[in-house]
């Protein structure tokens, strides 16, 4: 090895050498990130290209290498499918590439063919490669560098561009110098394996066609010094003729992950913004944090789908990894960009160390925080991101390293997790504590529906319960059809409930359904209310495309009306069965607007020749929607309309159906309605149990698509009873109590299954009876426990014994009375049924049956 000094006062015969160079950013001020290099990375020297070859047969190498280094690299970028640029190559390597440069400081020497070094004595050095002619015009470049960094060393590189030729003035009409840092990113290609490389490229002034290398070394360790070995700068360009536009791209929604709450973020298609469609074979292993990265673009691009679309062929084609580093990618004005393919199960080896991770890249400049508009996308990502994959933006978990482990946050910045890493920078950095907070208040954990609402003619008012032990906030979306939705914040208690009575919000509106949405997984129930009669109970967490109701009258002055809600943005078509207790069918065909209700007055469907083809029957109803919505039914009946009941619809037909509540004693009036909306007829039988453990079967035969109504009081005559209907085939069913001589009443559907644990979260005694139903179907009794939670905070306890076979009704009035506010959840060691039962004024203004929310 010639470890002789190169001369340097010589200027090498013709044109300036190409030359480039490589920087570490950190808190010294020219780079005090230690590359350590204990090998030098293998260039081939095929592919090393210098402006001064020796001999015709040099000359002749150098010209075709320099064609082959303009052209794609065709193998990786036909295995990859990726976008198509063209990548050009200037490489700095040999002894009069250094020289043809201006430095300060700097030794060349001839180890091997050429290396640049601090000069004897030197603790401080720089190098400026001359104007570096591109072979056409670039809008990105990268760089892959091979450098021993010795500790105590530095090493910053640096590359700026311009679009004019420098000769008349060499000093003005460059761009910004731009940090080339590697992190803990590697070259995987054949010819570059393990060299140092940036994991992103810089983003160029728009037809840039020379570049210009600076390299800066420091030494705190006499006489030690960063030898820079070689330099390659990879050129690209993406640009088109008609540029793409960001706009003019399709967004569709994500369609990896599991089913949410939390939006699915809508993206720009990695097939739509690279104009190809692209195969993936990752793989997988599902993440377990998401790390944020941060791609300088402090040199605004033309467009970011031609810096995104350089990226991709950089990292494929000149890297040689199997495909993008970045599973997203978000710029400044919020536009999120697939990135990898496969979606964030696919593992990314090239950084992290190949923790199973979410890589998420904001695109911006790097001594601004990101626009309003970005992280505004960056949140709602990450907050889907979390619910889907089960990375709680607020968490930890933990992380292998070497023989021990350690905890890292679930959102996590590049930096966190490799030292060396430069990204994401100051600005960004500094507010990931606030992204997981906001992502975490943005993640979805709770969403009910209610299709009914109406202030015109009810008193209606939403109750809360906050199961957790945090204080939490509940969104309420009052949708007002054709008007601006009115939007209220309520703040619930850590276990502790909170109301909003809806008719001091909005008054006089008919129609005023309500989306209730909260990123802690409250519960929610609605309660309408007339003089005469009430009813309450949960809204509807899923939205569904079928639903079913067993029961529907329009006979004895009853009137029926659904209610279709359609919280999507497009309107929905849907088709409406009646189906008649004598067996006749009648279809009806509807639709619901985008981001509206229809009401549905059954009474009042008219065929054309004028007939009402359901005037004074009996039925129950499918409906069948083309997407999934949220439907109710209310009932008005009695003299006078007296009688109130609303409720939500069935979504999933059963075998078996649980009644924890019924009676036939007094002038309660009790039927059960099964709907059998199949096309083939149905078998069910029906077993009604008393408080002391006997109970009575009755079988019944349901023709096809019909429905039964079934005479409790004719089996059971004055007796509180729980029922449990069994059927040969999936059926609708659905208990109906009618009391205060018909003047009042309740409607609802049963449970599929029992539950262990139960909750109601409405529910007073002040002027009210309040009964506390439960079944147990089973035959091992169970040992049931009782919380109440009060207004104010204060708690209750009640425990109960309810054998095998057996029901229990708990009288919470006399047990608590005069409690204006009372939440109750009911635990049980084994499986039961549990429903509320209220009754203000003891009954006389009317009252409301409601089975409870059944809890995991």
Not at 337 to 366: C, K, Y
Request: glycine share 10%; charged share 15%.
């Amino acid at each position: 090895m010639d470890d002789r000094p190169a001369t340097t006062g010589q200027e090498p015969d013709g044109p300036g050498a190409r030359r480039t160079s490589s920087q570490a950013d950190d808190n010294h001020g020219f780079g005090a990130l230690p590359f350590l290099a204990p090998s030098r990375p293998g260039f081939s020297s095929s592919t090393r290209v210098t402006l001064q070859p020796a001999g015709l047969v040099g000359r002749l190498l150098t010209i075709a290498l320099l064609c082959a280094l303009t052209l794609p690299a065709v193998p990786a970028v036909a295995q990859q499918q990726g976008p198509q640029a063209r990548i050009g190559a200037i490489t700095l390597t040999t002894v009069d590439d250094w020289r043809a440069g201006s430095d300060s400081g700097m030794l060349v020497t001839n180890n091997e063919g050429g290396e640049l070094r601090l000069a004897d004595g030197q603790s401080f050095g720089s190098f400026v490669s001359p104007a570096l002619k591109t072979d056409f015009p670039a809008n990105a470049a990268g760089a892959i560098w091979s450098a021993e960094v010795v500790t105590g060393t530095t090493l910053l590189l640096e590359l700026r561009g311009r679009t004019s030729d420098p000769g008349g003035d060499p000093e003005n009409g460059w761009g910004p110098w731009l940090p080339l840092t590697a992190g803990d990113a590697r070259s995987a290609a054949a010819d570059t394996q393990g060299a140092f490389a940036t994991p992103d490229v810089l983003a160029l002034p728009a037809g840039t066609q020379y570049l210009q290398l600076r390299a800066t070394l420091g030494s705190q360790v006499a006489r030690a010094s960063t030898v820079l070995q070689e330099v390659r700068i990879s050129y690209l360009a993406t640009a088109t003729a008609t540029p793409i536009f960001v706009a003019g791209l399709p967004r569709r929604p994500v369609l990896f992950g599991s089913e949410t709450l939390t939006q699915r973020p809508a993206v720009i298609a990695r097939a739509d913004w690279s104009g190809r469609p692209q195969a993936a074979q990752p793989v997988r292993q599902d993440p377990r944090g998401v790390i944020l990265h941060q791609i300088d673009a402090t040199t605004t691009p033309s467009t970011t789908v031609e810096l995104v679309r350089a990226l991709a062929a950089y990292q494929t084609a000149v890297l040689g990894w199997d495909d993008m580093a970045y599973h997203y990618l978000i710029d400044p004005e919020g536009n999120l960009f697939e990135g990898r393919l496969g979606g964030p199960t696919s593992v990314v080896a090239q950084l992290a160390g190949g923790d199973p991770a979410v890589h998420v890249a904001l695109i911006g400049p790097r001594d601004a925080a990101p626009t309003p508009t970005a992280l505004g996308v960056l949140v709602s990502l990450l907050a889907w991101l979390g619910e889907a994959y089960d990375i709680p933006p607020t968490g930890e978990h933990s992380v292998a390293r070497g023989e021990s482990r350690i905890a890292r946050a679930n959102i996590a910045g590049h930096n966190d997790v490799n030292a060396t890493a430069p990204d994401p920078f100051p600005p960004l950095r500094s507010q990931l504590g606030q992204i997981r907070t906001l992502a975490d208040q943005s993640t979805v954990r709770a969403r009910w529906y209610f299709a009914e609402g109406n202030v015109a003619d009810y008193s209606q008012r939403l109750a809360f319960f906050n199961p957790t032990g945090s204080q939490t906030d509940a969104r309420v979306t009052l949708v007002r059809p054709g008007g601006t939705p009115v939007t209220r914040i309520v703040s619930v208690p850590a276990s502790g409930r909170a109301d909003l009575t809806v008719n001091d919000l909005v008054q006089g509106a008919p129609a005023l359904p309500a989306i209730v949405e909260s990123s802690a997984p409250i519960l929610a129930e609605r309660s309408m209310a007339l003089t005469t009669d009430i009813d309450g109970g949960p809204g509807i967490t899923s939205l569904s495309r079928v639903w079913y109701f067993a029961e529907g009258s329009t006979d004895a002055g009853n009137r029926t009306y659904l209610v279709l809600f359609n919280p999507n943005a497009a309107a929905v078509q849907a088709s409406i069965s009646y189906m008649r207790r004598d067996g006749v069918n009648f279809e009806q065909p509807v639709t619901i607007g985008g981001q509206s209700r229809l009401v549905v007055s059954v009474n009042d469907i008219t065929l054309p020749d004028g007939r009402l083809p359901l005037a004074g029957s009996d039925f129950g109803v499918q409906i069948i929607a083309a997407q999934p919505i949220a439907v109710e039914r209310t009932m008005r009946f009695g003299p006078n309309q007296t009688g109130l009941h609303t409720g939500r619809g069935i979504a999933t037909l059963a075998r078996r159906w649980h009644f924890a509540e019924g009676t036939t004693e007094g002038d309660f009036q009790m039927r059960l309605l099964v709907l059998n909306p199949n096309s083939q007829p149905a078998r069910a039988a029906a077993t009604f149990m008393g408080p002391d453990g006997r109970s009575e079967t009755r079988r019944y035969a349901i023709p096809p698509r019909s429905q039964l109504a079934i005479d409790v009081n004719e089996i059971i005559p004055d007796l509180g009873v729980s029922a449990m209907v069994e059927a040969d085939r999936p059926v609708a069913v659905e208990r109906s109590l009618i009391f205060n001589g018909g003047q009042a009443g309740t409607i609802g559907a049963g449970a599929t299954e029992p539950a262990l644990r139960w909750a109601f979260v409405d529910g007073r005694t002040s002027d009210a009876t309040y009964l506390l139903c439960m079944s147990n179907p089973g035959r091992t009794s169970a040992r049931v426990t009782v919380e109440f939670r009060f207004g104010g905070g204060a708690t209750g306890t009640q425990s109960v014994v309810v054998p095998g076979g057996s029901r229990y009704t708990m009288s919470v009035h006399e047990l608590y009375p005069d409690e204006g506010s009372i939440t109750a959840i009911v635990r049980s060691t084994q499986p039961i049924v549990a429903e509320r039962s209220i009754y203000p004024g003891g009954g006389v203004r009317g009252g409301a049956t409601t089975l409870g929310i059944p809890l995991e």
